[in-house]
Every structure is written in C-alpha cells, then in structure tokens.
C-alpha cells in the first residue's frame, strides 16, 4: 500500500515567529500612536484652558479700568489727601495699581450694599494678583477677594494716557481735581520667558 501525503499542512515555526514578529511591531506602532495622539489632546486642553485663563484675566483688568470712578482713596501712608488713582510700574513692595471701580446691586441681600468697590493689583512671586474689597473704606473683617491672574511675571509697565500725553505714573494726590482722570490705561505684562502681553482700556469717570 502506497502511503498518502496530507494535503493539509500547518505553519512551520519559522513562519509562526515571523507572524508574531509583525504582530508585536504593529501593535507597538499602534500604542505609540495611541500615547502620541493622548499626548496632543493633553497639551491642546492645557493650551485651551491657559487661554481661557488668559481671556478671563484680560477682561476683569479691562471692566475695572473701564469702570474707574473719580471716588478718592486715602495714600498708603494715610498721609495727604485722597486721590482718585495710584499707579506705579517699579515699586514692587506697594500695588503697582489701585482705584475705586464702580461695582453693583445685589437685589438678593437683605441689606444695603455699595456700588463701589476697591481694586488692587500687585506683584508677589512672580504673580499679578488682583483683590478687591466690597467697600471703597475697608475695616477690620471687610470681605477681600483675591485672585491671581497670570504666573511666571516678571515685571508690569504702566502708561497713562491724557490728553496725548503719556506718563508711566500716576498720582491721585498730587493736586489735581479727582475728576481728572487719564483717558486711556494700557498695562504691558511681561513674563520671565520674555513672551509680553498689552492690554489697553479707556477708563470710566473721567472728564
């Protein structure tokens, strides 16, 4: 009898190493791409919420300016009269910038509450902080809300703009009526990674 030859034949190992070879480098390719592609949606929302953050911060420095009232605050020192502005690009240890801005009703409190509010800007590590008080004349337990801006800054240039005429100062007690106001405030954020940001406003209450 004349053995038979299966017609079915298997893979040889050679074979099956070779498959396994291209199965583990398509799947390495494929997490690759997956880590790649998890990466890029991780840097796009920190980059979309940076510039939210950003956005939010431009306009709460822009509505305050714009909302500058010519109500007098007293000098840190408490010396002198009260002045309607203060503003000062180097002096790192008092508020590079502080007025009064108008503020709102709330119709949902029981008691009265001021339409004024008292604004600060200043440096501390290396970040813009902004506070605000609920009453132009602050007390002793007088709510303050502070919140930093932007980080990683490294210094903030002021320029006030009247009557086309720029100044990087601003002094509210220095004889002038409280009434007179710059017209125009731009503040240019510059960051330790040189990257600078301007932001300009006209300001409310002047005349």
Same mark, same amino acid.
């Given at each position: 009898?004349?053995?038979?030859?299966?017609?079915?034949?298997?893979?040889?190992?050679?074979?099956?190493?070779?498959?396994?070879?291209?199965?583990?480098?398509?799947?390495?390719?494929?997490?690759?791409?997956?880590?790649?592609?998890?990466?890029?949606?991780?840097?796009?929302?920190?980059?979309?919420?940076?510039?939210?953050?950003?956005?939010?911060?431009?306009?709460?420095?822009?509505?305050?300016?714009?909302?500058?009232?010519?109500?007098? !605050?007293?000098?840190?020192?408490?010396?002198? %009269?009260?002045?309607?502005?203060?503003?000062?690009?180097?002096?790192?240890?008092?508020?590079?910038?502080?007025?009064?801005?108008? %503020?709102?009703?709330?119709?949902?409190?029981?008691?009265?509450?001021?339409?004024?509010? /008292?604004?600060? /800007?200043?440096?501390?590590?290396?970040?813009? !902080?902004?506070?605000?008080?609920?009453?132009?004349?602050?007390?002793?337990?007088?709510?303050?809300?502070?919140?930093?801006?932007?980080?990683?800054?490294?210094?903030?240039?002021?320029?006030?703009?009247?009557?086309?005429?720029?100044?990087?100062?601003? !002094?509210?007690?220095?004889?002038?009526?409280?009434?007179?106001?710059?017209?125009?405030?731009?503040?240019?954020? !510059?960051?330790?990674?040189?990257?600078?940001?301007?932001?300009?406003?006209?300001?409310?209450?002047?005349?």
């Amino acid at each position: 009898m004349i053995p038979t030859r299966s017609t079915k034949s298997g893979f040889t190992l050679a074979e099956t190493l070779v498959a396994l070879l291209i199965l583990a480098m398509l799947s390495a390719a494929g997490t690759s791409l997956l880590l790649g592609a998890t990466s890029s949606s991780k840097q796009l929302n920190a980059k979309e919420v940076e510039a939210r953050q950003t956005d939010i911060a431009q306009a709460l420095i822009r509505n305050d300016i714009a909302a500058l009232s010519v109500r007098g !605050v007293l000098p840190d020192s408490g010396l002198g %009269g009260p002045g309607n502005l203060f503003g000062q690009s180097d002096d790192l240890s008092d508020p590079i910038l502080r007025f009064v801005r108008s %503020g709102w009703v709330d119709a949902s409190l029981g008691a009265q509450r001021s339409t004024l509010q /008292y604004v600060e /800007y200043w440096l501390e590590d290396g970040a813009l !902080v902004r506070a605000v008080t609920v009453r132009p004349d602050a007390s002793t337990g007088t709510p303050v809300a502070e919140r930093v801006l932007f980080e990683g800054v490294d210094r903030v240039e002021l320029q006030f703009f009247r009557d086309s005429v720029m100044s990087r100062d601003w !002094v509210g007690d220095a004889g002038q009526p409280l009434d007179v106001l710059p017209e125009l405030i731009e503040l240019d954020i !510059v960051f330790e990674d040189e990257r600078v940001l301007t932001i300009a406003a006209l300001t409310g209450g002047r005349t």
